[in-house]
C-alpha cells in the first residue's frame, strides 16, 4: 500500500514539474489603427484564463484620445481592470478609421476615462520590470516601437538603479515583435516611428523574435466570431462585427498580424514555426533589410499549413471571460 502511494506521489509530482510556468508578459499594442490589436488581447486574457500566461502590463504605442480607456473596456470585461496600463506622453497619434475604439467607451464599463490617469509607458515599464525576477519577462510588441526606443534611453530612477538598457538585459527574457516585412521591405509597424525602429533593432540587448507581415497576411480571423449567435454583449465581437463590412478586402476575414506575436510570445515558436536567425536593419525610411550573418534575432518561418494557425485563432478569439476556468 505504501509502495503504492509512493508511486502515486511520484506520478503527480512529475506531473506538476512538467507543467510550463505562466509566462510574464508586457503587452505593447497601438490598439488602432488596426482591430487585430483586439484579437491579440483577447488572446492574451484566453491563454492566462488558462494558466499560460501572467499578463503585468498592457502599454499603448498610440495615444490618440481615449486609448488607455480601450486598454481598461478589454481589461475589465476579461476580468482584470487593475492592470497597469500606460501611453507614451510623446507618441504617434493614430487611431481606428472605424472608430470601433469610440464605440467599445461608449457601450462597455471602463474606470480610466482619459489618458490623464495613467503614467508614461516607459514609467510602467520600468516600474513593472524592476518588481521581476531576472530573465522572468517577456515583452511582446504589436504596435510601434515607440515605448520600447523610450524605455532603452532612460536613465536609473526611483525604481532601479540600472539604466533602461542595463533593466532590460537584467529583467527581460524574450521579445517578441509584429514587425518588419522578411527578407525586406516596408511594414508600418516599423516605418511609423522608424528612429525609434533603428534603436530598438539595433540596441536592444535580449533575444529577438519577429513576426512578419507576411506570416499575418495569409491568416484571417472574424467570421467565425460574429456569426456566433452564442455570443452577445462582447466588445470583441462588436469590434469584428463592425469593421469587417466597411473594408471589401476584410470580407473573409481580417488578417492576424498582432495574433500572431501573441500567439507565439505565450505559447513559443516550435508548435507552428521555424526561426531564420540574423539581424535586421532599418533604414531611415523605415525599410527593413535582412544580414544572415547577424545574431540576437529571428524571424518566423511557416512549419505548419497557415490554416492550422488560422483555426487556432478563430477559435481563441471566440472567448467568453470565464470558460478557460480551471482548463490547462
Known amino acids: ?151 532603452l534611453n532612460t536613465n536609473a530612477d526611483e525604481y532601479s538603479k540600472l539604466n533602461g538598457k542595463e533593466l532590460v538585459a537584467r529583467k527581460v527574457k524574450l521579445l517578441v515583435c509584429m514587425a518588419g516585412r522578411f527578407p525586406s521591405g516596408y511594414e508600418f509597424n516599423v516605418m511609423k516611428d522608424a528612429k525609434a525602429s533603428q534603436n530598438v533593432y539595433t540596441n536592444w540587448p535580449t533575444q529577438i523574435i519577429l513576426s512578419g507581415f507576411e506570416i499575418g497576411e495569409k491568416i484571417l480571423a472574424g467570421i467565425p466570431l460574429i456569426h456566433n449567435d452564442a455570443i452577445k454583449n462582447d466588445p470583441v465581437k462588436d469590434v469584428f462585427r463592425m469593421s469587417i463590412p466597411m473594408a471589401k478586402e476584410d470580407s473573409l476575414g481580417r488578417k492576424s498580424w498582432d495574433e500572431t506575436a501573441v500567439l507565439v510570445a505565450i505559447k513559443g515558436y516550435s508548435p507552428f514555426y521555424t526561426l531564420h536567425h540574423g539581424r535586421m536593419s532599418v533604414a531611415d525610411d523605415g525599410k527593413n533589410t535582412w544580414d544572415d550573418n547577424g545574431n540576437g534575432q529571428a524571424y518566423l518561418v511557416e512549419k505548419v499549413d497557415y490554416k492550422e494557425v488560422e483555426k487556432l485563432i478563430n477559435e481563441l478569439i471566440q472567448y467568453q471571460p470565464g470558460e478557460a476556468k480551471g482548463k490547462r
Not at 492566462?48 to 481589461?75: C, K, P, Q, W
Open 1 to 151: 500500500m505504501k509502495f503504492k502511494l509512493l508511486l502515486l506521489f511520484m506520478l503527480l509530482a512529475s506531473v506538476c514539474f512538467c507543467q510550463r510556468k505562466p509566462v510574464n508578459i508586457i503587452f505593447d499594442s497601438d490598439m488602432g489603427p488596426d482591430y487585430d490589436d483586439v484579437g491579440a488581447i483577447t488572446i492574451l486574457h484566453n491563454l492566462a484564463d488558462r494558466g499560460e500566461a501572467h499578463i503585468l502590463a498592457t502599454v499603448a504605442s498610440t495615444r490618440y484620445d481615449g486609448v488607455a480607456g480601450v486598454m481598461n473596456v478589454f481589461n475589465t470585461y476579461f476580468k482584470r481592470p487593475n492592470i497597469p496600463i500606460g501611453i507614451p506622453k510623446n507618441g504617434l497619434d493614430l487611431r481606428d478609421w472605424q472608430h470601433w475604439s469610440d464605440t467599445v467607451l461608449a457601450k462597455y464599463p471602463h474606470k480610466i476615462k482619459s489618458n490623464d490617469e495613467v503614467p508614461d509607458a516607459v514609467q510602467v515599464y520600468r516600474k513593472v520590470l524592476a518588481s521581476q525576477p531576472d530573465h522572468s519577462v517577456t515583452v511582446v510588441t504589436v504596435g510601434f516601437l515607440t515605448n520600447l526606443s523610450n524605455l
